[in-house]
């Protein structure tokens, strides 16, 4: 498969996505504001430059750290890893495309969609589909160690 | 698809681990195999027949609902 990263990236990954995601939230629920008025004058004109660039920078850590985790090597590359991989994908795809047509129904039968609510929407489905493929991904790779530890076990 | 890995293994002496080793894939992979909850390749499926010398067809049988 194309562009795998070694797998140390995995640990990277797991320590971008709570941590981008934590900043964003942060940022979004006015935290960041409140500390800079502990320091700055409430006019100040970098408040919101400094929000804008937290809030960049905590999305694309975000985002980064979510293909760092997906596409990065297993500690042990083979066959099967590779076909449990393309097959998360495909599973992530196929939920999007349900995902797209439901909430398209949805918006169409019972909502007027405006343009926030559609770029929204947009983002939902930017993750569903990431993290559909993560989750699966890494939950086949789970309950094969598992199985593998318990026939291990038993041997 | 069903398989006789498990006895072809036993009676060469090999255990989970050192199969996996010889054939270059992990030992989730041959559990996966010998429990016939993966297909390997043809590549995968020479590689381990040559290493229990035997016959890929040996190994490996189609059933019907194939």
């Not at chain 1, 960049?56 to 099967?80: P, Q, T, W």
Request: some cysteine; hydrophobic content about 50%.
């Amino acid at each position: 498969m194309l562009f795998l990263l070694p797998h140390r990236f995995k640990r990277y990954g797991l320590f971008m996505i709570p941590l981008g995601l934590s900043l964003w939230l942060t940022m979004q629920l006015g935290f960041i504001s409140k500390i800079l008025l502990l320091f700055l004058n409430e006019n100040s004109p970098i408040i919101h430059p400094i929000n804008v660039l937290i809030a960049i920078v905590s999305f694309f850590a975000f985002l980064i750290g979510i293909y760092f985790l997906g596409f990065s090597n297993e500690k042990m590359e083979d066959e099967m890893i590779k076909k449990t991989r393309l097959d998360s994908l495909q599973f992530a795809a196929f939920v999007q495309m349900v995902v797209i047509i439901v909430g398209f129904l949805v918006m169409l039968l019972y909502h007027e969609p405006d343009k926030e609510g559609m770029l929204l929407f947009f983002v939902f489905l930017l993750f569903t589909f990431w993290l559909c493929f993560i989750s699966r991904f890494n939950y086949i790779i789970h309950i094969s160690i598992k199985q593998q530890n318990e026939k291990y076990s038993e041997e | 698809m069903k398989n006789i890995l498990k006895n072809e293994r036993i009676k060469k002496e090999y255990t989970q681990v050192q199969l996996a080793e010889l054939v270059n894939v992990s030992r989730q992979t041959i559990i996966s195999i010998e429990s016939g909850r993966y297909i390997p390749s043809v590549l995968l499926a020479i590689k381990i027949a040559k290493e229990l010398d035997s016959r890929v067809e040996n190994l490996f049988q189609i059933e019907k609902s194939d």
